[in-house]
């Protein structure tokens, strides 16, 4: 006879994907404040935006909220910051991680813990923005929530592309005043911008 015991909390995932100004992160900010709200001991990472080598951690308040929050440089600095006490873990700007974070969140959700994680689900080209990290990672989820902006050439109307304002080429081009948000029809219609 099989006993089937269910001790502890089974892991979970959820992301919020979108293009830039949906609020994405708002929204992650909104739901690790609610778990923590109802007592749950949570943790919050973002990619490092610096690239020196020897930057440090850098621990902050995540916009205004109470919980831990890290910049960390790579994935697997997460496994080494995760203790048993945290529940819930969230993750920003996932698409600026490498593949190595797919095999981290497994393991966290192995391990019980419920992640959190939001990130781009397109490029500026409206290319699939690091579908082996960013892909994957919506594989593993139980909920998936897909946000939209508004245009700012029809604010009635959703965005959901990431227009770069730069003739800069390159799928990372870090810096929000660098993007609008545009509805499919501005996203096609448009031309692109050139240097002057
Ligand atoms: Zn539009």
């Not at 007592?39 to 951690?57: H, I, M, S, Y």
């Not at 966290?108 to 690091?130: C, H, Q, W, Y």
């Amino acid at each position: 006879m099989n006993d089937v015991q269910v001790s502890q909390d089974q892991g979970w995932a959820e992301i919020i994907l979108g293009p830039m100004f949906s609020r994405k992160s708002d929204e992650l900010m909104a739901r690790l404040d609610s778990a923590q709200c109802a007592g749950a001991c949570v943790v919050a990472f973002k990619p490092a935006k610096d690239t020196e080598a020897d930057a440090c951690l850098k621990t902050r308040r995540f916009n205004g909220q109470q919980f831990e929050a890290f910049e960390v440089h790579n994935a697997e600095e997460m496994l080494g910051l995760v203790t048993p006490k945290h529940q819930i873990i969230g993750m920003d700007e996932v698409q600026f991680f490498g593949p190595v974070l797919v095999k981290v969140v497994q393991k966290f959700i192995r391990d019980g813990k419920r992640v959190i994680m939001a990130g781009l689900n397109t490029d500026s080209e409206f290319n699939p923005f690091k579908p082996e990290v960013v892909g994957a990672l919506t594989l593993l989820c139980e909920s998936i929530e897909v946000k939209h902006a508004h245009c700012v050439y029809h604010p009635m109307r959703d965005a959901t592309r990431s227009r770069r304002k730069v003739a800069e080429s390159g799928q990372v081009l870090v810096g929000k005043n660098l993007y609008e948000a545009v509805c499919r029809d501005c996203f096609a219609s448009l031309v692109p911008f050139k240097d002057s």
